[in-house]
């Protein structure tokens, strides 16, 4: 299984909802990501998490907040966005640091996030 | 601060060969990857290089320069598939975590 996958596809909310976006993997790579990417932008990352710990956080408003429940297992809790919060959120996750190789970023296929 | 070049677009025909290049500065440097982004969908990987050199893959090769922080993307044989987004990525590795920069990404069409 070498897939990343997230839900839901698409996801419609109104600026006081409270929604939640879920990643999950399972190739047993222990780092996953979380990227924000507007329109004919590149990904710009938002979180990293290690070892199911959160080691990096990009400036991210508090309206986006991450979990990492288990080494599978990523989501990203929304609450009170604004308009130009309306992406496509990405999740991605790779080997751990110990690991040689290439080590690539393995994509899932995004949540498309309209806030209205 | 961290800066990654790309060309905005290119336009090429198909059964062609296409050169997208990548200049970077970044603050640490672990390795650069490329890879492919079509209208709507995630991103792909296609290629990784770390040191020097030339790295080939089928149709696709990629090519790296540390010491004049450049790459470049070589698309052989174009197809009408090959019309997408190309992300030159670089790994800077602050302690302990692989983040991955982007280049702001260069839409490649083919024309038949």
């Known amino acids: 299984d070498t897939e990343v996958t997230q839900t839901p596809k698409h996801l419609v909310m109104g600026m006081t909802n409270k929604k939640s976006l879920k990643c999950e993997q399972h190739m047993g790579h222990r780092a996953m990501y979380w990227y924000k990417q507007k329109a004919k932008k590149p990904p710009e990352l938002m979180f990293v998490y290690s070892y199911e710990k959160l080691s990096i956080n990009e400036s991210v408003p508090s309206r986006f907040s991450p979990e990492c429940p288990n080494s599978s297992l990523l989501n990203l809790h929304l609450h009170a966005l604004q308009p130009e919060d309306s992406a496509l959120y990405l999740c991605?996750?790779?080997?751990?640091?110990?690991?040689?190789?290439?080590?690539?970023?393995?994509f899932g296929p995004g949540t498309r996030l309209t806030v209205l | 601060g961290q800066n990654i070049d790309q060309p905005t677009e290119m336009t090429a025909t198909e059964g062609a060969i296409v050169q997208i290049n990548c200049t970077y500065q970044?603050?640490?440097?672990?390795?650069l990857f490329w890879y492919q982004q079509h209208a709507g969908e995630a991103p792909t990987f296609l290629s990784y290089n770390v040191l020097d050199g030339l790295e080939e893959k089928g149709r696709f090769s990629s090519f790296l320069s540390r010491s004049k922080g450049y790459s470049y993307l070589l698309l052989k044989e174009l197809q009408m598939k090959d019309s997408a987004s190309y992300l030159c990525?670089?790994?800077?590795?602050?302690?302990?975590?692989?983040?991955?920069?982007f280049g702001t990404g260069t839409r490649l069409q083919v024309f038949p």
């Open positions: 970044t603050s640490g440097f672990n390795g």
């Open positions: 990525a670089v790994r800077a590795a602050p302690s302990g975590t692989d983040k991955l920069i």
């Open positions: 991605a996750s790779s080997q751990d640091r110990a690991s040689v190789g290439d080590r690539e970023q393995f």
